[in-house]
């Protein structure tokens, strides 16, 4: 079974290479609309593949990271990706261009590493990421899979290679959140007391 939980963000950006002229040489932005479709073989405690509430902690701060923040590839000028953190408090470095395709890749990976991690403690079983949609126009929009996140010729994906500012961290419900993903540190669902035994 699956279900889809759906995010908002604005951000701006320039997608170096791109065909568009005014794509690769102008900062510009997006209205996004991500689509998060978990999946899992069984249903928990609640009946449910997973809480929705649940995605209210880590992984909504994860891509709340992006709303009103610039992005940039790590490989860009060195002196664009300098002004880009002088004039905004929020930003986001990435290994990868800041394309409508590699955010959906992108928060794959995030949300798959946050659900690796998370001890379950509602009777979840191997609840996973299926896909990620993310709409960067009202007519156009980018669909991930877990072997899109897999390819390497897509661009490599490490925790290690992506950078948040101090402002976005700040915002987070737990500002060492990323820190602990890339420590491996488990995260921990609350208890729930059964009202109902299953």
């Known amino acids: ?58 992984i909504k701060d994860i891509i709340d990271s992006f709303d009103h923040a610039i992005c940039f590839w790590n490989k860009d000028d060195p002196e664009y990706i300098k002004m880009c953190k002088t004039f905004s408090a929020r930003w986001i470095s990435l290994p990868v261009s800041p394309s409508a395709e590699q955010f959906s890749r992108v928060i794959f990976f995030w949300a798959q590493q946050i659900l690796n991690q998370t001890k379950m403690v509602n009777g979840e079983a191997d609840v996973s990421v299926y896909s990620v949609i993310a709409h960067e126009t009202a007519t156009g929009y980018a669909q991930c899979f877990a072997e899109d996140v897999a390819n390497e010729q897509m661009g490599k994906l490490s925790l290690e290679d992506f950078e948040f500012s101090d402002q976005i961290k700040q915002e987070w419900h737990d500002p060492s959140m990323y820190d602990k993903l890339i420590a491996g540190e488990c995260f921990v669902n609350p208890q729930v007391q059964m009202q109902v035994e299953p």
């Open 1 to 58: 079974m699956r279900i889809r939980k759906l995010f908002k963000f604005e951000n701006a950006h320039i997608v170096r290479n791109c065909s568009s002229d005014r794509c690769k040489r102008s900062i510009h932005g997006h209205s996004y609309q991500i689509e998060l479709i978990l999946q899992a073989d069984r249903l928990d405690h609640g009946q449910m593949v997973y809480d929705f509430g649940l995605l209210k902690s880590s």
